[in-house]
């Protein structure tokens, strides 16, 4: 499956943005989804999950909980993340990844798939 992230931008600390992710694949459906960032000098990390229905299973970064939401629309082939109340420290380049794992994953590895990435940032 391909992907393409989307929707990044400038904002202020406190606003809201929400990104998204269109697949490519008849059978996006099928994949995990999770959206992890990366901030300029630190490792990628995981920021939310998705398991494969429309409605399913989600995860969050213990940073994110609250404050973010992963969603999909799966007749869209799409996953979002809504993300309130950014703050600087969310300022990144936000990867959207797919899994054919039995669950959602944490961990860069366990995502095979892979967007581009769009770049948000908060300014205080």
């Known amino acids: 499956v391909q992907l393409q992230a989307s929707g990044g931008g400038l904002v202020q600390a406190g606003d809201s943005l929400r990104v998204s992710c269109a697949g490519s694949?008849?059978?996006?459906?099928?994949?995990?989804m999770g959206w992890f960032r990366q901030a300029p000098g630190k490792e990628r990390e995981f920021v939310a999950a998705i398991s494969w229905r429309s409605g399913g299973r989600t995860v969050y970064a213990d940073s994110v909980k609250g404050r973010f939401t992963i969603s999909r629309d799966n007749a869209k082939n799409t996953v979002y993340l809504q993300m309130n109340s950014l703050k600087p420290e969310d300022t990144a380049v936000y990867y959207c990844?797919?899994?054919?794992?039995?669950?959602?994953?944490?961990?860069?590895?366990?995502?095979?798939?892979w967007g581009q990435g769009t770049k948000v940032t908060v300014s205080s």
């Open positions: 990844a797919g899994s054919t794992l039995v669950m959602p994953g944490t961990m860069p590895k366990q995502y095979a798939y």
């Open positions: 694949a008849r059978t996006f459906s099928s994949y995990h």
